[in-house]
C-alpha cells in the first residue's frame, strides 16, 4: 500500500472528487510546468494502485480536507469533471475512489515537506510517519478508531 497527497487550489476541487470519486491530474500539453515535470509526474502516477491511501490538501494552507482509499487509475478520459473544463479536458489522467470522506473544516493544517512531490500536478508520496500523524488528528476530530495497515 502507498500513501498520497494530492494538492488542489480550491476546496471545490476536492469537494467536486468526493462527490464523484474521482481525482484528475493535468496532461502534459497544459502547461510550461506540466512539460517540465512530466516525467516525473508519470513515475509517481504509475505507482497508484488499488487500495493506496490518498490525502487532498489545499496547495498554498496546507489544510487537509478529505482522504480517499483508490479503486484504480486510468487516462484519457474525456468526460469533462471540473468547473475549469467547460471548453476542453484539461486533467485526462484519473484516480478513480472507492470512497473519499470530506469535512468542510480542514481535519488539520500542516506543510509537508514531501521529496518526492511533483509541482505543477500536485502529487507526492506520503512518508508513513506524517501519514500517521494526520490519521491521527482526523481520530481525534471525528471520535472513531481507524486501524489502517
Known amino acids: 500500500m502507498n500513501l498520497w497527497i494530492f494538492s488542489s487550489k480550491n ?5 467536486v472528487a468526493k462527490e464523484r470519486l474521482l481525482w484528475g491530474f493535468w496532461d502534459r500539453e497544459a502547461g510550461e510546468k506540466q512539460r517540465q515535470n512530466w516525467r516525473s509526474f508519470i513515475r509517481l502516477y504509475n505507482k497508484i494502485k488499488p ?11 496546507g489544510e487537509i480536507h478529505a482522504f480517499g482509499i483508490v479503486k484504480e487509475t486510468y487516462y484519457d478520459d474525456q468526460t469533462p469533471v471540473w468547473p475549469s473544463e467547460q471548453r476542453q479536458i484539461l486533467f485526462p489522467w484519473k484516480v478513480a475512489f472507492c470512497s473519499i470522506i470530506f469535512s468542510e473544516k480542514p481535519f488539520i493544517t500542516h506543510f509537508i515537506k514531501i521529496e518526492s512531490y511533483v509541482d505543477g500536478y500536485g502529487i507526492g508520496e506520503l512518508p508513513e510517519f506524517e501519514f500517521r500523524r494526520i490519521l491521527t488528528e482526523i481520530q481525534k476530530q471525528v471520535n472513531v478508531d481507524l486501524n489502517v495497515g
Request: glycine share 0%; aromatic share 18%.
Open 11 to 15: 476546496i471545490e476541487n476536492i469537494e
Open 51 to 61: 487500495f493506496d491511501i490518498v490525502f487532498f490538501q489545499i496547495a498554498k494552507t
